[in-house]
């Protein structure tokens, strides 16, 4: 996709997606200008330790702030929307502040970039969006379904849809970091030794948003094929003589996670590196391109972490866990400077 000469706007820019996105856009994009915005000045700081002043802003704000977005979003021409409370036991004890963040702060920046006339808008969501048992998964559902429908409100001239992806790799509250303490001292917590979770790499993340980007028509939710791993291969790749204790699944989490639903089946494509979803309703004018370049997948087609074909095992395991302890050493670099 040409960026040249553009100004791209990214919420919740100090995020690991956020730091990881800029940081492509700034190495292959050399006219690009990059928004920086988030709430914390103290991570603003340290991202423009890492990334200097000369092509990114770096704008102090909460995605709560409707008036804020919309000065933000002024003369950008795509926006990036990766702001959110993800914490699950977060936003479970804090039930509102999760709603006003990741329901009402989305709807803020589809009215921002509709009013600023952007041009495109991308939104990360979740495998817990999908079937929800937590708060964050139904607050990540609400805001599939606002920038979704954002693109009846949108005219021709804003375009809008979703990512939906599983874990990231090296993404805060990774459990990979967690067990690496366990392991120091002695003892893991496992909360169910059936658990299998979905895993991307926050490269192949940057990869998704920018297909989607440059491919969407309007109302897409795009969803990555990843692979998935189990809970109790990951606990013996990083401290196989470790003792463990199973604890129970906490609140609000499921023993395998879901990308695609059968129920959604019928309106999903196969593209294959990805599946499209495409919108319950569409009002606005767009193409058939995804029926012409995808393969309408099986009637009651599911995918999830437990029946997914590509499995996380052996020396691909080993690699993730590298790329993660990659990931936390330079970050340890830019936050040092500061300590």
Known sequence: MDFAGKTILVTGGTGSFGTAFISRILSNYPDTVVRLFSRDELKQSEARARFGSERVRYLIGDVRDRARL???????????????????????????????????????????????????????????????????????????????????????????????YGNVVGSRGSVVPLFRRQAQEGRLTITDERMTRFWISLENAVDLVLFALEELTGGEVFIPKIPSTRIVDLADAIAPDVAREVIGIRPGEKLHEVLLTADESHRAYDIGDAYV???????????????????????????????????????????????????????????????
């Open 277 to 339: 979803l495409l919108p319950t309703q569409q009002t606005w004018v767009t193409d058939d391109r995804w029926q012409r370049r995808g393969t309408k997948v099986a009637e009651q087609f599911s995918y999830t972490s437990d029946n997914n074909p590509e499995w996380l095992v052996g020396e691909e395991l080993g690699k993730l866990i590298d790329s993660i302890d990659v990931h936390y050493r330079r970050r340890s670099d830019v936050v040092g400077a500061f300590t």
């Open 70 to 164: 919309t000065r933000a979003a002024q003369g950008a021409s795509y926006v990036i929307h990766a702001a959110a409370m993800k914490q699950v036991p977060a936003c479970e004890y804090n039930p509102f502040e999760a709603v006003s963040t990741n329901v009402i702060g989305t709807q803020n920046v589809v009215d921002a970039a509709i009013d600023a006339g952007v041009e495109r808008v991308v939104a990360l969501s979740t495998d817990k969006a999908v079937n929800p048992v937590n708060l964050y998964g139904a607050t990540k559902l609400c805001a599939e379904k606002i920038v979704v429908q954002g693109n009846a409100y949108g005219s021709y001239s804003t375009r809008l849809a979703c990512v939906r």
